[in-house]
């Protein structure tokens, strides 16, 4: 199985080495840490899987540069709109080829989606804490991680490439869940991303501890996220309980003092996922005739600081 992959940071790297210690090669296109790459590879320390190196089949400067042919192409980059997959893929996608997101938020298919019709998408959420603490070196703190997997629009065809992909990754020490309602599980994924990620900022640059620690944030987090279930739950059959809430939060009283990824790019003056992780969650809930109002206001409030900052 030959694989390709499209952002080559903390997730892109932490997967493709798993794939290719199941036997596939596994190649990536790397930006900014292109040559430490290429040098010596990708070291990651990580909880569940201890310290390894992985050294890639292929590192590519750019997705023009792209070699040889791939049955799946693998986007890990952010979802932001300073990133054009459409454009940034056009040289990498051929007839058959899957294309797997596994990216945070809401509608971040759609654009694909519209350009490549007749190529398989596949929605993938993350379970894993992990950042790029230096160019070519991961670090990986949770204990709970797990990749789900679903297909954008169901198909038998499709179903058996998807599954053969997962079966491949399952031979090695990767946890792959199935899902054919995967927007249910970007919903409940949704559930942690839109409220400790825009929290943290908005908060004054707190990790996921100082806001549970905090009475008034701890009952904001609650508030936001009971707000994410209850909206998810007008458009799928099967419910998300709210029970959801309380597990989002004991395990991340578990992660201790976590810096949730929207932080952490703020911080170091990247483009955050706003987008994908606010304003589509309300504009996909507002079509379905409801409304999200404290994740409005906490939309509202992370723009006007994106406004200072600029
Ligand atoms: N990290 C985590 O624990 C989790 C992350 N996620 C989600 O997974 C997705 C990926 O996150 P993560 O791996 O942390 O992000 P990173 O920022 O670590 O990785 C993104 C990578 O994409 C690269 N990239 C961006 N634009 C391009 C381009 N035009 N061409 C080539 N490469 C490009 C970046 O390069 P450069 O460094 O040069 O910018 C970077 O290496 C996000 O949607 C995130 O929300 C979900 C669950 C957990
Ligand atoms: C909740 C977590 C840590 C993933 O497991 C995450 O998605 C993030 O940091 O954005």
Same mark, same amino acid.
């Given at each position: 199985?030959?694989?390709?992959?499209?952002?080559?940071?903390?997730?892109?790297?932490?997967?493709?080495? @798993?794939?290719?210690?199941?036997?596939?090669?596994? =190649?990536?296109?790397?930006?900014?840490?292109?040559?430490?790459?290429?040098?010596?590879?990708?070291?990651?320390?990580?909880?569940?899987?201890?310290?390894?190196?992985?050294?890639?089949?292929?590192?590519?400067?750019?997705?023009?540069?792209?070699?040889?042919?791939?049955? %799946?192409?693998?986007?890990?980059?952010?979802?932001?709109?300073?990133?054009?997959?459409?454009?940034?893929?056009?040289? &990498?996608?051929?007839?058959?080829?899957?294309? @797997?997101?596994?990216?945070?938020?809401?509608?971040?298919?759609?654009?694909?989606?519209?350009?490549?019709? $007749? +190529?398989?998408?596949?929605?993938?959420?993350?379970?894993?804490?992990?950042?790029?603490?230096?160019?070519?070196?991961? &670090?990986?703190?949770?204990?709970?991680?797990?990749?789900?997997?679903?297909?954008?629009?169901? $198909?038998? &065809?499709?179903?058996?490439?998807?599954?053969?992909?997962?079966?491949?990754?399952?031979?090695?020490?990767?946890?792959?869940?199935?899902?054919?309602?995967?927007?249910?599980?970007?919903?409940?994924?949704?559930?942690? +991303?839109?409220?400790?990620?825009?929290?943290?900022? &908005?908060?004054? +640059?707190?990790?996921?501890?100082?806001?549970?620690?905090?009475?008034?944030?701890?009952?904001?987090?609650?508030?936001?996220?009971?707000?994410?279930?209850?909206?998810?739950?007008?458009?799928?059959?099967?419910?998300?309980?709210?029970?959801?809430?309380?597990?989002?939060? =004991?395990?991340?009283?578990?992660?201790?003092?976590?810096?949730?990824?929207?932080?952490?790019?703020?911080?170091?003056?990247?483009?955050?996922?706003?987008?994908?992780?606010?304003?589509?969650?309300?504009?996909?809930?507002?079509? %379905?005739?409801?409304?999200?109002? +404290?994740?409005?206001?906490?939309?509202?409030?992370?723009?006007?600081?994106?406004?200072?900052?600029?």
């Amino acid at each position: 199985m030959n694989i390709l992959i499209v952002g080559a940071g903390a997730i892109g790297c932490t997967f493709g080495s @798993h794939l290719q210690h199941s036997g596939a090669k596994v =190649s990536l296109v790397c930006r900014s840490n292109y040559q430490v790459v290429k040098e010596s590879g990708i070291k990651l320390e990580t909880v569940n899987w201890g310290n390894y190196t992985f050294i890639p089949d292929n590192v590519f400067k750019s997705t023009h540069e792209v070699t040889g042919k791939y049955d %799946h192409v693998v986007v890990s980059t952010k979802a932001i709109p300073q990133v054009n997959l459409v454009e940034l893929l056009k040289p &990498v996608i051929a007839e058959n080829t899957m294309i @797997h997101l596994i990216q945070n938020g809401i509608g971040i298919e759609n654009d694909l989606a519209a350009q490549y019709p $007749n +190529n398989p998408i596949v929605s993938c959420i993350a379970y894993i804490a992990c950042h790029q603490k230096e160019p070519g070196y991961i &670090v990986a703190t949770s204990h709970v991680t797990y990749f789900t997997l679903g297909l954008f629009k169901l $198909n038998d &065809v499709d179903n058996e490439k998807l599954q053969k992909f997962i079966d491949h990754g399952r031979i090695g020490k990767l946890a792959l869940n199935r899902d054919d309602c995967i927007q249910r599980s970007r919903w409940k994924k949704l559930i942690w +991303n839109a409220s400790f990620n825009p929290l943290s900022i &908005v908060a004054g +640059n707190k990790t996921s501890k100082e806001i549970l620690d905090d009475e008034d944030l701890h009952s904001l987090v609650r508030t936001l996220m009971t707000e994410v279930v209850t909206t998810a739950n007008h458009f799928f059959e099967e419910k998300i309980p709210l029970e959801a809430v309380d597990e989002n939060i =004991s395990n991340t009283l578990k992660i201790g003092h976590y810096k949730p990824s929207m932080l952490l790019d703020w911080e170091n003056g990247n483009p955050i996922e706003i987008d994908a992780i606010l304003r589509n969650p309300i504009l996909v809930a507002k079509e %379905h005739g409801v409304d999200m109002p +404290n994740l409005n206001v906490i939309y509202r409030l992370l723009k006007a600081k994106l406004k200072d900052q600029q």
